[in-house]
Every structure is written in C-alpha cells, then in structure tokens.
C-alpha cells in the first residue's frame, strides 16, 4: 500500500534552522530513493531557492492556498535542480504572506490541496518563523512535527510556545498531528553555554529531543549557498552532516504513515 509521511518543519524563533533541516532531510530522502516533495511555506522562499526550483509562471503555493485544485497544485509542482528525478518543490511565494492571518477558514486549505499530492514517500514542510496562520495551515497538513531549536535561551523558551501549538491543533483541526520531537541545530562541541541549554532541553522534553543532533558547519552554508544538496558536497564536514540528516530522516520514518 502506498504510504506517505507528510512532515512538518517550525520554529517559533527565525533562524534557527527550519530551511537547514528541512535541506538535510531532502538531501537524505534524495540519497535513499525516497520520491519528495518540499513544500515551501515560507513568503521568504529560501528553500525553493536553496533547491534550486523556480517557480512556473504564476503557479506557486500562494496560488494553492488561494484556490486548492489538482491545477493549482500541479502548476505550483517544480523540479529540483538536485537531480534529475524524485525531488519536487511546491514553489514559495511572497505572496503566501497574505495567507498569514489566523482565521479558520484557511486553516485546512493546505491539508485540501494535498489531496492531489500523490506518487511521494515523504512531504516536507517548511514553515515560516511565526506561530502564525501560515504555520498552523501547514501544521495542520501534517502528521508530524519537528520543531527546530539552537542551544540558546530564547530559542529554548519558543519550543515550549511551539509545542503548545502542535498540542493546540491537536486538540482542534489536525488530530492527526503528532509532535516528532524537536531538532537541535548548530551544536558546537565545546560550549559551556550550550552543554547547559542541551541539558534543559532533556530535562523538559526528554526522549523528544532528538538525536542525532546538527553540528554547527560552515559546510552547510556553502552547499545552500550552491544550491546543492549536503550529500554532494566535498569534505568531512559536509558528510557529517549528511550522516546526521540520514539519522534524523530515520528517525522520522520510524513514525507511522498514512
Ligand atoms: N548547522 C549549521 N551550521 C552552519 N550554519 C547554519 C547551520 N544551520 C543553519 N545555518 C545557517 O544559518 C542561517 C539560518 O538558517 P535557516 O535559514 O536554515 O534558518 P530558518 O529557521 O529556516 O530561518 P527563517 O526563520 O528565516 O526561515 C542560514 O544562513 C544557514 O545556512
Ligand atoms: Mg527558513
């Protein structure tokens, strides 16, 4: 039977590493055959770009989000310049930005439009940094979150308003929604700091806090910068990054699917 993952990635705070993870694990899903798609909720777009994806006239998720039909969907489907087959973009859009507000109306709107989303083992989810409607429109497409944090203070207290969403939608219009856990970016070994807000991470969240986690990497940058996926990328940092993706994406594939 087919099964597909629908994964969202959040954050409350910007900057921490939503677009990253997301990245890492498309690069993952690319490298293990796994057919995707990565839906750019972000007005920024950073993802479609990093992807190399273009949108195709005025067909964008902005477009979808207006009016979700199997159109609408198709037209705003690109192609990653990361191969030549298996990895899809729904294209990003300033214009998603006008989807932002929170009214209930639009809440289901992505979760609709995925009905005509079919052939992929994995769908990614990059959302925007708020808690905002297009965050909970996304999350309410999902089965699963991941919430992206860095081992500072301010990003540590948002995963606590994170979490309350996810449960928040839970308990309204996503019962699907399951929180995955959360993914800690830009770890550096030998910060005091760190080690700390690591440690206060494990004490609230426990066995949500997930392993392995992401290594701070100039490596990352430069194969975003290029447009290409991790796992392409030369070097010993680039394939310790790539390895934590894959542990991170199988961690994710151990949940249940629809
Ligand atoms: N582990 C890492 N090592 C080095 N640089 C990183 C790492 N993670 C993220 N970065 C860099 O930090 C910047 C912000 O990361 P990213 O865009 O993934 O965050 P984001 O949460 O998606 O941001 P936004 O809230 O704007 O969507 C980017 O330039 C990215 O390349
Ligand atoms: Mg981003």
Redesign the pocket.
Known sequence: MFAVLVLGVC?L???????????GLASAALEHGLRTLVIDL?P?G?ATMALGARAAGDGDVAAVLDAPSAETVAAATVLSSWADDGLDVLAGSERSALHDRLDDEDVDRLRFALSWVSGYDLVLV?C??SLGGLTRTGLTACDRAVV?TEPGLFAVMAVGRAMRTIDELRRGPAPQLQPLGIAV???RARSVEQAFRLEELRTLYGPLVLSPF?????A??QA?GAAQPVHAWPGAAAAE?ATTFEGLLERALRAPKR
Not at 13 to 23: F, I, N
Not at 214 to 218: F, G, H, K
């Open positions: 954050s705070k910007g900057g921490v590493g939503k677009t990253s993870v997301t990245l972000d920024q950073d990059d925007p940094p992206v970016n830009r770890v992401v290594p701070e990497r100039a990352l940058q975003q990054l």
